[in-house]
């Protein structure tokens, strides 16, 4: 989510962690950010009854990364920004990172949106 939605009557947020907490579902007077049937499908898929998700400052990191590595017209970019978001940490802890982001590339979720066909054919030979 790029900026915070709005809250009731146009009420503005600076931060999307200051708009969640206005909201009913944390105990505050607003109303979800989300209609009723969006929170509906979204907890029945995840289980969860907010989609909002605080992430460790390690995966906000990565999470631009990512999106790089992702994106083959970006790809290219993803090693450079990798360099500038770790540039002063320890250098065990970018190795660490590194590797966490391999193992997130290389995971069953990722790979199986990337490249249905595998899915389809570990499925088919009875394979997860």
């Known amino acids: 989510m790029p900026s915070p939605p709005p809250g009731g009557g146009g ?10 907490a ?3 579902i944390h ?3 607003e109303n979800p950010c989300r209609s009723e049937s969006y929170l509906e499908r979204f907890s029945k898929r995840t289980g969860r009854i907010c989609p909002y998700v605080e992430l460790e400052h390690a995966n906000v990191l990565l ?3 990512v999106g790089l590595v992702l994106d083959e017209r ?3 970019l993803a090693s450079d920004h ?11 802890e970018r190795q660490r990172l590194r590797m966490r982001l391999a193992r997130s590339l290389a995971s069953a979720a990722v ?18």
Do not use: W
Request: charged share 40%; aromatic share 6%.
């Open 11 to 20: 009420k503005t947020y600076e931060t999307v962690e200051a708009r969640c």
């Open 22 to 24: 206005a909201c009913e």
């Open 27 to 29: 105990g505050g007077p």
């Open 63 to 65: 999470m631009d990364v």
């Open 74 to 76: 970006l790809r290219g």
């Open 82 to 92: 990798f360099r500038d978001v770790t540039r002063g940490l320890d250098p065990h």
């Open 111 to 128: 790979t199986d949106v990337l490249y249905p066909e595998q899915k389809k054919l570990r499925e088919r030979q009875g394979r997860r």
